[in-house]
């Protein structure tokens, strides 16, 4: 199993990132992938999950309505679309998978916002 991500980087309050974990190593339309995040000190937190044919979804309540998190099982990649950022986003975000009762984690992507 291996998940890759891209997209973050530095933006300024209220701008916008489009995050993607590719995913190979397993039949990806078959599973639930999540988002997750972890700012500096703090345990690392769900954002967004999406089930695997991307009819069900949910959000952290800090999140909705500003993040969506679509897949496409065609290129086997998840993505997490952030919109209205906030400088309390900041933080390295990362996909993740469970296959079998193991945990399956992406190497992060830092997103920081600041002005």
């Known amino acids: 199993v291996q998940l890759v991500e891209s997209g973050g980087g530095l933006v300024q309050p209220g701008g916008s990132l489009r995050l993607s974990c590719a995913a190979s190593?397993?039949?990806?339309?078959?599973?639930?992938m999540s988002w997750y995040r972890q700012a500096p000190g703090k345990e690392r937190e769900s954002v967004a999950v999406i089930r695997s044919s991307g009819f069900i979804r949910n959000y952290a309540d800090s999140v909705k309505g500003r993040f969506t998190i679509s897949r496409d099982n065609a290129k086997n990649t998840v993505y997490l679309q952030m919109n209205n950022l906030k400088p309390e986003d900041t933080a390295v975000y990362y996909c993740?998978?469970?296959?079998?009762?193991?945990?399956?984690w992406g190497q992060g992507t830092q997103v920081t916002v600041s002005s």
């Open positions: 190593g397993f039949t990806f339309s078959s599973y639930t």
């Open positions: 993740s998978t469970t296959l079998n009762f193991i945990n399956y």
